[in-house]
């Protein structure tokens, strides 16, 4: 085990004791509002096959509907007298520590292989190769990203964006050929405020330029992006 391993059990254990103190209901609105807003995202993929909306509805939704519950919850709450309020049944802690272990677990390990995935302007190599080395890295890709086709998509985008040679083999294909011809792409390769951006890999200003946001919500580009992505593992897995 690394030092990332060791630091995920502590954060883990302490994500247990929170759940405890909070309850089984308090620790599993997140959870439901996480598969709800999951559900909707892999019907919003699978008709429209874009990974980033599919990504906003997961985390927005899961924000949103998530504080509407707290809140609800709260103002039930306040009918009970401070002696009820206080009072939690063992087995709701027992359940509260599980559901906040699973939620928060689950949160901590996709943030870890994010961070891989990011430039590394935003963070070292160091920390991202320590992350690729630790045990809890191959467990969640092994287990939660591989078998789960939205989150195996961003995976390959993500690392797609970060790796621009890995186009090279497939410049000459047709469906290269197309994506970079779009008027959108164009426009974004013409633009000298977005060549900078993209050549100094600044994540938060692209993901702010109105130019890369016209382009993220075109549905049709990003489906050609994922195509593309998809095309470039195909030729490194062989």
């Known amino acids: 085990m690394t030092l990332i391993d060791y ?5 883990l254990a302490l994500f247990t004791f929170d ?12 959870i439901l509002s996480f598969t709800i807003c999951s ?7 699978d008709l429209s096959n874009n990974i980033i909306k599919a990504f906003l509805i997961v985390t927005i939704g899961s924000l949103v509907l998530t504080v509407i519950a ?15 309020q206080a ?11 599980w559901a906040s272990l699973f939620w928060k677990g689950i949160i901590l390990t996709l943030g870890m292989v994010l961070i891989t995935l990011l430039p590394n302007t935003l963070f070292g190599e160091n920390l991202k190769e320590s992350i690729r080395n630790s045990r809890t890295y191959f467990y969640t890709d092994a287990l939660l990203i591989t078998p789960t086709p939205v989150l195996m998509q961003a995976k390959e985008s993500l690392n797609a964006l970060n790796h ?4 090279e083999p ?15 792409i164009e426009a974004v390769l013409n633009d000298k405020t977005t060549l900078e951006q993209m050549n100094k890999k600044d994540v938060l200003g692209l993901m702010a330029n109105p130019k890369i946001q016209q382009v993220l919500n075109d549905e049709k580009l990003m489906q050609k992006f994922t195509k593309l992505s998809e095309m470039v593992y195909t030729l490194k897995a062989h």
């Open 7 to 11: 630091i995920v059990l502590v954060l």
């Open 19 to 30: 759940g405890m103190r909070k309850g089984f209901v308090r620790s599993f609105i997140p």
């Open 39 to 45: 559900i909707i995202a892999i019907f919003s993929f």
């Open 70 to 84: 707290s809140v609800t919850l709260i103002i039930a709450r306040q009918k009970l007298s401070p002696e009820e």
């Open 87 to 97: 009072f939690i049944f063992w087995g709701s802690r027992a359940l509260g520590g």
């Open 164 to 167: 621009p040679g890995w186009f």
């Open 170 to 184: 497939i410049r000459e294909s047709a469906e290269y050929q197309g994506f970079m011809k779009d008027p959108m």
